[in-house]
């Protein structure tokens, strides 16, 4: 079992910048693949970003590549999301979540979720 918390979301303006974070309990954290997710008001959850095991290979959607970086200290049980760059369709809430095998996917095929942080970005 894997309980996953995000913080670090808010309200910036845009061109500015925000790092979300997940802390995640348990002891195997480290041989999970994880992801980032987020939802628009009134749109279906997306996916924004995810990175495997150990941190050696990532993904983004094509709507944040280049201004969005998904890290993992295995260290600390924690992701992260380092968002510059930022614009108002950025508005949503990001979710964390971690799936029970060390490869990812785009699909919201994760066993585990985080409540979810609000990140708005004014215009």
């Known amino acids: 079992q894997v309980q996953l918390v995000e913080s670090g979301g808010g309200l910036v303006q845009a061109g500015g910048s925000l790092r979300l974070s997940c802390a995640a309990s348990?002891?195997?954290?480290?041989?999970?693949?994880m992801g980032w997710f987020r939802q628009a008001p009134g749109k279906e959850r997306a996916f924004v970003a995810a990175i495997n095991w150990i941190g050696s290979s990532t993904d983004y959607a094509d709507s944040v590549k280049g201004r969005f970086t998904i890290s993992r200290d295995n260290a600390k049980n924690t992701l992260y999301l380092q968002m510059s760059t930022l614009k108002p369709e950025d508005t949503a809430v990001y979710y964390c979540a971690a799936r029970d095998v060390s490869y990812y996917t785009r699909k919201e095929d994760y066993a585990y979720w985080g409540q979810g942080t609000q990140v708005t970005v004014s215009s």
């Open positions: 348990g002891r195997t954290f480290s041989s999970y693949a």
